[in-house]
């Protein structure tokens, strides 16, 4: 058998087709107790459930300030935009569902069937996010040096076309390569069910193999010429040194790809190299910041974002009653300034009038 004929059938696209039932052959859980090979992470689970729950409430406001603001007229926040629906696909998968599962100790066999599509939207998910980090890097390195005649892909409706490509990669990814499989005994999810019968040979994603290992180095690759490129025109070309807005969104660039390429390289030894539980965990925490940390970079880095997330989620009363209250504070403040010059001046002369 082929490994095209392979990915079909243990895809998603299969799953569907034949009454949302797994390939009976690769997938059989015939007489095994998903729950008794398990082992429950009551902590750990805990842990990874929370985080995700609190990543969501903050990544879901983030997404709709930018979506309905001024910062949508520029090419990187459409890209981002497009990257953020992908880091809510993952992060349902590495923290909602792997939280849910580590705490009751889950492998395959417990929940079949919502193991494996969450591992398809994961995978799928993660994959989409790999390829929006490269064109991101590249859409960074067009604002810089805007002679890169590649730049035109980002200009007008063409960014449209642009995003398009990989939105078709995370619909390729979701439905017609292998998924990801939970298994508590890790804390992570593997390509490999651990099934009786079968070899981890069976199970390997080529796809999902070639993608990591582009996306780091073309991540890497990308974020050194920009580096490079952003310190030498701060150093020798003042008159065309870039904006302040240029440089946010650059270093908030890097930070969102840098986790995507940390993640993506401890997969990639993962695949071909035995990694310890420890090592597999701290995998498994690569990809939740991979996802997770893009929201708090909006939230920390990005005053539009955060004042947009304060307006959407406070109500106006309270953002009135704030504003009154510090207006006030910002009215005192000189007031008290002369106040105390005067009681330290009353102390020294030992007068209540003012000294000339």
């Not at 909602?96 to 995978?123: E, N, R």
């Not at 996010?129 to 040096?145: E, F, K, Q, W, Y």
């Not at 980002?154 to 076309?161: C, P, Q, S, V, W």
């Amino acid at each position: 058998m082929n490994f095209l004929t392979s990915d079909i059938e243990q895809s998603l696209n299969y799953f569907i087709r034949n009454g949302f039932n797994v390939h009976p052959h690769f997938y059989n859980c015939v007489g095994v107790d998903g729950f008794a090979i398990g082992q429950p992470r009551q902590y750990i689970g805990t842990y990874f459930l929370t985080m995700g729950i609190i990543l969501l409430m903050i990544y879901i406001p983030c997404l709709i300030v930018i979506s309905r603001s001024d910062l949508m007229k520029s090419s990187c926040y459409k890209i981002m935009v497009w990257l953020g629906f992908l880091d809510i696909g993952c992060i349902l998968t590495n923290s909602i569902a792997t939280g849910f599962l580590g705490i009751m100790g889950a492998t395959f066999c417990s929940y079949p069937k919502f193991i494996f599509m969450m591992g398809s939207l994961g995978c799928g998910c993660w994959m989409g996010s790999c390829a929006t980090c490269i064109l991101l890097g590249i859409n960074r390195c067009c604002d810089v040096n805007q002679h890169l005649r590649i730049r035109t892909i980002f200009i007008g409706r063409k960014i449209y076309l642009t995003i398009a490509v990989p939105i078709l990669f995370t619909i390729y990814s979701i439905f017609f390569t292998k998924p990801v499989i939970f298994n508590s005994n890790y804390m992570s999810w593997f390509f490999n069910p651990m099934l009786p019968g079968h070899e981890a040979t069976d199970y390997i994603n080529i796809a999902h193999t070639i993608n990591n290992c582009v996306v780091s180095l073309a991540t890497t690759a990308i974020y050194s010429y920009l580096c490079i490129l952003l310190f030498a025109k701060s150093k020798h070309f003042r008159s065309e040194s870039i904006s302040r807005t240029q440089t946010q969104i650059f270093f908030q660039s890097v930070l969102i790809c840098s986790f995507n390429a940390i993640a993506a390289y401890i997969y990639v030894y993962m695949q071909f190299f035995y990694s310890p539980p420890a090592v597999v965990l701290v995998g498994q925490l690569a990809w939740q910041c991979a996802h997770g940390s893009v929201c708090i970079v909006y939230i920390t880095m990005n005053k539009t974002v955060r004042r947009g997330v304060i307006d959407l989620l406070v109500p106006r009363i309270i953002r009135d009653k704030a504003r009154i209250g510090s207006n006030r504070t910002t009215t005192l403040r000189p007031i008290l300034s002369v106040v105390g010059v005067e009681a330290r001046l009353t102390t020294r002369t030992g007068s209540s009038g003012p000294v000339f």
